[in-house]
């Protein structure tokens, strides 16, 4: 019973570098998000995606790029990371939007 | 503009219950939700509540739903050091049904 899968669990970047983050859900739900943590900041929506097929912005998107692969993969990418991006990215997923959503373990990413 | 409001720290001795308490500003709510995280870990779906409900009990779990105030609180009964966490209460607001607002989580310490 997986539920929601994330890889990397942890990356170390060099300013400038790109890098793709995976995330994969095995409960056949139709919405699925992508959040970003940081100390005193809770939690805030980069991207999200309502249904496959459809993505849209969330409240602090800009320096991201994300794709709905198809009803279980939802990829999140930085083109040209930044120190600013480092942060603690957790992936989630819900049956229809905007009811309960269920969270992967997070991936630790570092840029230097 | 919407916001769930919640205090950081929490302190309760083992075997006490623990009173979390979360604020919203959203009154069509549709769902109110309590998250929890461990270290290292992700949000893990605690309990949700229907906003036509007023109370929902799940074994050591009780949350209570005071509409008219816009308030929401987690009673953990007889606190255990597994416990020790933090709490993210969020919420669904009728007109964005499309993401959760999170607040800032409070942080449950337990004292021996």
């Known amino acids: 019973n997986a539920g929601v899968t994330q890889t990397p669990k942890f990356q170390v970047l060099k300013t400038g570098q790109s890098m793709t983050l995976q995330c994969a859900q095995d409960?056949?739900?139709?919405?699925m998000y992508w959040y970003r943590q940081d100390p005193g900041m809770g939690l805030r929506l980069i991207y999200y995606s309502a249904s496959e097929g459809t993505t849209d912005k969330g409240e602090v998107p800009n320096g991201y790029n994300v794709s709905r692969l198809n009803k279980r993969e939802f990829s999140l990418r930085l083109e040209s990371a930044a120190p600013s991006q480092t942060s603690v990215y957790f992936c989630?997923?819900?049956?229809?939007?905007?009811?309960?959503?269920?969270f992967g373990d997070g991936t630790r990413l570092s840029i230097l | 503009g919407e916001d769930v409001e919640q205090s950081l720290f929490l302190s309760v001795r083992e075997g006490d219950s623990s009173v979390i308490n979360c604020t919203y500003t959203d009154s069509s709510s549709t769902y109110l939700y309590w998250y929890k995280q461990e270290p290292g870990a992700g949000l893990q779906l605690l309990t949700y509540?229907?906003?036509?409900?007023d109370m929902k009990q799940d074994q050591r779990l009780t949350v209570l739903l005071n509409k008219k105030d816009k308030h929401l609180s987690l009673r953990i009964a007889d606190t255990q050091t597994g416990d020790s966490a933090i709490y993210f209460c969020?919420?669904?607001?009728?007109?964005?049904?499309?993401?959760?607002?999170f607040g800032k989580g409070t942080r449950l310490h337990i004292l021996p």
């Open positions: 989630a997923s819900s049956e229809m939007s905007g009811q309960p959503q269920h």
């Open positions: 969020a919420e669904t607001p009728w007109r964005r049904d499309d993401k959760i607002i």
């Open positions: 509540i229907f906003s036509n409900m």
């Open positions: 409960m056949n739900h139709n919405s």
